[in-house]
């Protein structure tokens, strides 16, 4: 079931990647996640899909939302998950998978703390060097992270990746400390 999800998260991100409805200048615009109270800004009109996926166990539809623009991708994905669910394994597991399907070497887990989520604890944030699914270099900035949604917890996990030599530091900063709910 993990590596169905694997492949599935890979498929997603790699495909967002290729997307090209994007323009190439950053016009920033606050958007929401379907389905939920997340409200976050990407730099480009977003792609938006819904899928079943299986993670740690669980059969969830993962949402996910992403562009394109200029030499970055911006993805955001999240599920709705039992509140008896574990959601650190979940958040640990999802965030091994995402830096194995980048072949991720260079890992840095600087300590982070979502500003406008009342997050609940065990937010991760990783910063990694790896390939794409045709050997090019890429660069990502990640967050995962979980919050309160009602009877429910909801995970959130939310990247950039750059092929170009860029920092996206600063741009992932723009994305991540945009995340709140109301």
């Not at 999800?5 to 991100?13: D, Q, R, S």
Request: proline residues 5%; positive net charge.
């Amino acid at each position: 079931m993990r590596k169905f999800f694997l492949k599935y998260a890979a498929a997603v991100i790699f495909s967002v990647m290729g997307l090209s409805a994007c323009q190439p200048s950053l016009n920033w615009r606050a958007v929401q996640m379907p389905g939920t109270l997340l409200n976050f800004e990407l730099p480009c009109k977003p792609d938006k899909t819904t899928k079943p996926v299986s993670m740690a166990g669980l059969d969830l539809e993962l949402s996910v939302m992403g562009c394109e623009a200029g030499d970055a991708v911006w993805a955001v994905m999240s599920a709705k998950v039992p509140v008896n669910a574990d959601r650190t394994d979940i958040l640990k597991g999802w965030r091994q998978a995402t830096l194995q399907n980048m072949q991720a070497s260079q890992v840095e887990d600087p300590s982070w703390a979502p500003g406008r989520v009342a997050a609940l604890p065990g937010a991760l944030r990783s910063r990694a060097e790896g390939k794409t699914t045709t050997g090019q270099t890429v660069r990502a900035n990640a967050v995962w992270f979980a919050h309160l949604e009602g009877d429910s917890v909801r995970v959130v996990h939310a990247v950039v990746y750059q092929n170009q030599g860029r920092n996206i530091d600063a741009s992932a900063d723009l994305l991540i400390e945009s995340m709140k709910l109301p």
